[in-house]
């Protein structure tokens, strides 16, 4: 099946730092998600990419849909203590038959920021 | 606006118990799933649902039991826990099965231990 390779793992930085982490995939997306996930809650979407080579902004993210379709970055500029979480990519593909939409989720990175 | 809310947030059982944790959403969203977490894993899709009458399997579905008879409830049943289903449980909805400008919305989580 279709897998995501999201890195790093997890990432600890200094508050005021910014931060880069990417999904790869051998595999093209027609969608692209980027989610974070606060201790004990869900994950909650912050930024959504339809079109390849898409760069799009939401405050200090910015996050891009590769020109290839098979992969994603997000960044976070100017790391707050609140920007700790986990930050999960999540790429759609479309199937066989025009609706069996597939959405795969990387493994998640895990971020600290000290402060 | 509620959005998804699950219920209970925390369960322990014994092997063998059965046990139905509860999803409901109020943004009268047709797609509606439910995934496990686990440390290393990221998010696996367990069972699917793309209207109330309709259900699917998704990546781990066995052990898992769902139905969908209103388009605000998708009910998931463990008929007899084993401890390998312990894990965090997320439901999540979106107005249909596309991401394109449909996102999943995630509930906070069930967290159950199966001793």
């Known amino acids: 099946g279709q897998q995501l390779n999201q890195s790093p793992q997890s990432m600890f930085i200094q508050e005021g730092e910014d931060v880069s982490m990417n999904c790869t995939s051998s595999s093209i997306f027609n969608t692209w998600l980027w989610y974070k996930q606060d201790p004990g809650e869900g994950p909650v979407l912050l930024i959504a990419l339809y079109k390849a080579g898409e760069l799009t902004s939401n405050g200090r993210l910015t996050a891009q849909f590769g020109i290839t379709r098979k992969d994603s970055f997000l960044n976070i500029s100017a790391s707050i203590p609140s920007d700790v979480g986990i930050y999960f990519c999540?790429?759609?593909?479309?199937?066989?038959?025009?609706?069996?939409?597939?959405?795969?989720f990387g493994k998640g990175t895990l971020l600290t920021v000290n402060p | 606006n509620a959005g998804v809310t699950q219920t209970p947030k925390f369960q322990v059982l014994k092997t063998g118990q059965s046990m139905t944790l509860q999803c409901a959403q109020d943004m009268n969203h047709e797609y509606m799933s439910w995934y496990r977490q686990d440390p290393g894993m990221g998010l696996r899709l367990i069972h699917y649902s793309v209207g109330a009458g309709i259900t699917d399997q998704g990546e781990v579905p066995n052990g898992y039991n769902v139905s969908r008879s209103t388009t605000e409830d998708f009910p998931l049943r463990l008929l007899s826990a084993a401890p390998s289903q312990t894990s965090v449980y997320f439901c999540?909805?979106?107005?249909?099965?596309?991401?394109?400008?449909?996102?999943?919305?995630f509930g906070n989580g069930t967290r159950l231990t199966v001793t």
């Open positions: 999540a909805s979106s107005r249909d099965r596309s991401s394109y400008n449909s996102p999943l919305h």
């Open positions: 999540a790429g759609q593909s479309l199937g066989s038959g025009g609706s069996n939409y597939k959405l795969t």
